[in-house]
């Protein structure tokens, strides 16, 4: 029904920029990682050395493990906190609306302005040391609190919280509701109606939710440098430095190369298990 | 297998209500929802091994019922027994009734084989007694070859048979079904009723039946309960509230009528030009007449002592196969609708019979 | 009776596992609004004395007031850029049927579930490249590039929304295409369209990672902010951020009055379906 002219017309402008802006930079990126530095100049001279570098300097291989294990916590406590209030609002809640909405405010609070409150938090000065103080829980401010790997995960999570629910969420208000009178209708239980018809049928959302926070936790640079310190040090931040004083952009580029391509191979294979979970 | 010639045939049973405890009891029970009574003092009892059908408009309250026997609502007031025993304080997982919902809601992430074996699982039933049981409910359905499949690759008659299969494999004491042929094309339909009704006979569980289309109740049931805004207007065999309705709405809502307003006075009834002796109490009274019970005169044929004669014009007849509709106009004006016979066309101006116990006296 | 208790029970575990998860994400923004009228700059518990102190300091703070400017200008120019882009997208996504579709279609939304570094760098290295000056430009074509993903995926949902049958009936009534366009499936998309450039502003106004990379002369608020952050805590950032607090608060109800549910589509986007 559309004529040529038209189909060209829509396609051709976003296909171009397409093309500029996003697939040219990530072919820079590839170029860059190929090359190298010598003299504080980058030459180029296509070789391998970046990527050889990032598999015998054993530093890469742990902080990206590291990060790894930082994007798996994250996304496990965020889908162990949105499942069960995914649940209460699409099946129990009699005031869903509201809750919907109050889930969904603070995904629109700043990043920063939420990475920025956990470190007053749980600073050594901070609300949770000085109120355990207060109360006599402790008598030294606990230190382990902030600048670790524990509040980076603590952040992240609850940045990422209401992202994995929103998916799944989404899914469970899509399972017909005759489905769970069918359950319960032949003999199971809430609890077993969870498990056999709610839960197998709300997947597909929570691998995607899963997928979001895992990737964006993954690549995140900012929360580490805010709150990490030096044991929560991650890939991305590594990265960071490569680009700054530490001056070595191909290095800097072959970590990211790296990162974009585990990045596309798990989309791909969640593509792939979400193709195997959906039924309609 | 039993014909269809058999099934058809009507087995009353309204005396297997009387005497022995009915399997389920409704006692006065009301339902409803915010502002709106849904449901108004209704007491249905169902007896074992019987095909009831409640049937009524939409929003007559017919669904509500059904969910309040399978648990799926609270009701508001009223009492539900089942062999003698409160049902309605029970959960639904907890109740031996099984549903086939309206659009089927088979899990769409479960196999054929796995949504029958569903309700097995779930009660504990022993491992190695499932796989027969299921073989069995899908053999009953004639679905033995699909165990495999997903629900997503099945037909909408397909569908229908497993949702069956899986809520009869649980040997429920009572099969409630909402509305199941709706969704189905018409041809489909009338074999799946034939078939409902013969695999009922041959499980022998008690059937709530769920319609809103008089036919389909007319074709199945052993009795037919008629909610007419949350309240029941009659329940009576098929036959009997076809030829005996108690009220006006029940004759106009089942089959055709003529509904024909008047006075009763010393035991004749009044109707405009029409009069006939009638048992009726005196005052203000209202008649059902089928039109089937309209017969054109013959020519030379004297009036018999109950038949009441009319002349009408003619002013439209319309097909239907076996039987033409002639729609006529009485000289008073009132419009009387009678079935005759197919035939060729008729002239504008005829003589009319009906025999005068066959104008039932109805309520409103 | 038994069951009904246990029954009871598991729900009052439910009810109280969903106040947690609420109290895990409204403690942490409370704490900062209540620590921003603070009258001590330590943010020690119990809070002593209340204060608007916080709030005049940053009245005067005009390092801060420009990189507000900055970040409006900056979220204006990717709204529009990302709106420009994201609807003839949405559009072929939608009715245009060319090679490489589902290659386009995967690439417009994958800034949307990169990490942004990795985009930030990748726009760098491009501009680097290119010669260009990392400037508040920079930035916006970057926020740009990055929110056209949202750009489509919101006027996309608007059109599979929309009855085609609207478009025949005007072209069979004896329009041309472009009146269509204007008269029939612009006017459709409305609501999409407005929902989507609310959500690209405040996207673009919160986006630190990508400006990360991408910073020129000139700061943009989170940037400034950030830059404040990593020398300590003042309570002056905690006025700042209720101030955004608020202003997100603000541009919801805002969304809200435009009603998108954003969680449906959400699930449609990630993974990025053919």
Redesign the interface.
């Known amino acids: 029904m559309y004529s040529r002219a038209y189909k060209t017309a829509v396609a051709a402008p976003p296909l171009a920029w397409v093309a500029v802006f996003l697939l040219a930079p990530y072919a820079f990126l590839f170029c860059y990682s190929f090359w190298t530095v010598s003299q504080q100049v980058i030459v180029h001279h296509w070789n391998l050395a970046n990527y050889r570098q990032l598999l015998d300097n054993a530093m890469y291989p742990t902080v990206l493990l590291r990060s790894m294990r930082i994007a798996g916590s994250v996304t496990l406590l965020s889908l162990l906190l949105s499942f069960p209030l995914a649940y209460y609002l699409s099946f129990r809640s009699r005031r869903k609306e509201l809750l919907y909405q109050l889930v969904i405010i603070p995904l629109w609070v700043s990043y920063l302005v939420r990475a920025y409150a956990w470190k007053t938090i749980l600073g050594s000065d901070g609300v949770l040391n000085t109120l355990l103080q207060y109360v006599g829980v402790i008598e030294h401010p606990a230190e382990f609190l902030l600048y670790s790997p524990f509040a980076v995960v603590l952040t992240l999570t609850h940045i990422y919280t209401p992202f994995t629910f929103l998916p799944i969420y989404a899914s469970m208000e899509h399972i017909p509701r005759n489905l769970v009178e069918a359950a319960q209708d032949l003999g199971a239980a809430p609890m077993r109606t969870f498990w056999t018809v709610i839960f197998p049928l709300s997947l597909p959302g929570a691998l995607a939710g899963a997928t979001f926070a895992f990737v964006l936790s993954l690549g995140d640079f900012l929360a580490p440098l805010l709150i990490g310190g030096p044991s929560g040090i991650m890939i991305s931040n590594v990265v960071v430095s490569l680009f700054g004083a530490a001056y070595n952009w191909p290095l800097g580029a072959a970590i990211s190369a790296s990162l974009l391509l585990l990045v596309l191979a798990l989309l791909f294979l969640v593509e792939r298990i979400e193709k195997k979970l959906s039924f309609s | 297998m039993i014909s269809p010639a058999q099934t058809a045939t009507d087995s009353g049973t309204a005396e297997k209500t009387g005497g022995v405890e009915p399997l389920l009891s409704i006692r006065s029970i009301a339902k409803r929802f915010g502002s709106t009574a849904v449901l108004h003092d209704v007491s249905l009892q169902v007896a074992q091994g019987e095909l009831l059908t409640v049937l009524g408009e939409s929003g007559s309250g017919k669904t509500t019922l059904l969910r309040l026997i399978a648990g799926f609502e609270q009701a508001d007031g009223g009492e539900i027994f089942m062999e003698g025993e409160r049902l309605d304080p029970l959960p639904p997982y907890r109740r031996r009734v099984n549903t086939v919902f309206q659009h089927y809601a088979l899990f769409p992430h479960l196999s054929v084989f796995e949504n029958v074996a569903y309700g097995l699982r779930v009660r504990k039933v022993a491992r190695t007694e499932i796989p027969q049981r299921v073989e069995k409910a899908l053999a009953l359905v004639k679905m033995s070859e699909y165990t495999r499949r997903a629900p997503s690759q099945l037909s909408g008659g397909q569908q229908q048979r497993i949702a069956l299969a899986r809520a009869l494999v649980n040997q429920p004491k009572l099969l409630l079904l909402d509305e199941p042929l709706s969704a189905l094309d018409a041809n489909l339909r009338r074999q799946m009723q034939l078939e409902l009704k013969s695999l009922q006979r041959e499980v022998g569980i008690s059937f709530v039946f769920v319609t809103h289309d008089q036919e389909e109740a007319m074709a199945l049931s052993d009795r037919i309960a008629l909610l007419r805004s949350g309240e029941l207007e009659q329940v009576a065999t098929p036959r009997e509230i076809y030829s005996r309705p108690a009220t006006a709405y029940t004759a106009r809502f089942i089959g055709q009528t003529n509904l024909m307003r008047g006075r009763i006075t010393n035991g004749v009834a009044d109707c405009g030009t029409l009069k006939w002796r009638c048992s009726g109490p005196d005052g203000p009274a209202t008649f059902s007449l089928r039109p089937e019970s309209i017969r054109l005169c013959d020519a030379g044929s004297s009036g018999k002592a109950d038949f009441v004669r009319f002349r009408a014009v003619i002013r439209s007849q319309t097909f239907g196969g076996a039987t033409d509709l002639l729609e006529t106009a009485c000289p008073d004006g009132g419009v009387v609708l009678v079935r005759i016979a197919s035939r060729g066309n008729i002239q504008r101006d005829c003589e009319f019979e009906f025999c005068a116990d066959d104008a039932i006296l109805v309520r409103g | 009776?038994n069951?009904?208790s246990s029954?009871h029970r598991?729900?009052r575990w439910?009810?109280i596992?969903?106040m947690a998860?609420?109290a895990?994400?409204?403690l942490?923004?409370l704490?900062?609004i209540v620590?921003s009228f603070n009258g001590e700059s330590?943010?020690?518990?119990?809070p002593r004395g209340w204060t608007l102190r916080w709030y005049r300091i940053l009245m005067d703070d005009d390092a801060l007031w420009s990189a507000v400017g900055n970040s409006l200008l900056v979220a204006l120019a990717a709204m529009l850029l990302a709106l420009?882009?994201?609807l003839?997208?949405a559009?072929?996504l939608d009715?245009?049927?060319?090679p490489g579709k589902a290659v386009?279609r995967r690439?417009?939304l994958?800034?949307l579930?990169?990490?942004?570094?990795?985009?930030g760098?990748?726009?760098?290295?491009?501009f680097v490249?290119a010669g260009m000056k990392l400037s508040l430009l920079t930035i916006a074509?970057g926020h740009g590039?990055a929110l056209?993903s949202v750009a489509?995926t919101e006027i996309f949902a608007g059109l599979q929304k929309m009855d085609r049958a609207q478009?025949?009936a005007s072209?069979d009534l004896g329009a041309t295409?472009w009146q269509t366009f204007w008269r029939i499936t612009i006017p459709n998309l409305r609501l999409a369209i407005i929902g989507a450039g609310l959500l690209i502003f405040?996207l673009s106004m919160?986006e630190?990672?990508v400006s990360?990379?991408l910073i020129g002369r000139d700061n943009t608020l989170?940037l400034e902010?950030?830059s404040r952050?990593?020398r300590g805590?003042t309570p002056e950032?905690?006025a700042v951020?209720t101030i955004?607090?608020l202003f997100?608060?603000v541009?919801?109800l805002v969304w809200?009055r435009v009603r998108t549910?954003?969680?449906?589509e959400?699930?449609e986007?990630?993974?990025?379906?053919p």
Do not use: C, H
């Not at chain 3, 330590?42 to 119990?46: A, E, N, S």
């Not at chain 3, 760098?121 to 491009?126: E, I, K, Q, V």
């Not at chain 3, 986007?269 to 379906?273: A, D, E, I, N, S």
């Open positions: 009776m069951t009904t029954a598991r729900s439910l009810l596992q969903t998860v609420f895990f994400l409204y942490p923004i704490v900062l620590y330590v943010g020690g518990f119990p420009a882009f994201g003839p997208a559009l072929a009715r245009a049927s060319f386009f690439l417009v994958l800034p579930i990169l990490p942004g570094i990795i985009t760098l990748s726009l760098l290295m491009l490249t074509l590039t056209i489509t478009e025949e072209l295409n405040t919160d630190i990672a990360f990379f989170p902010i950030w952050l990593r805590i950032i905690n951020s955004i607090f997100s608060l541009m919801i809200y549910r954003r969680g449906e959400l699930a986007l990630v993974p990025l379906k």
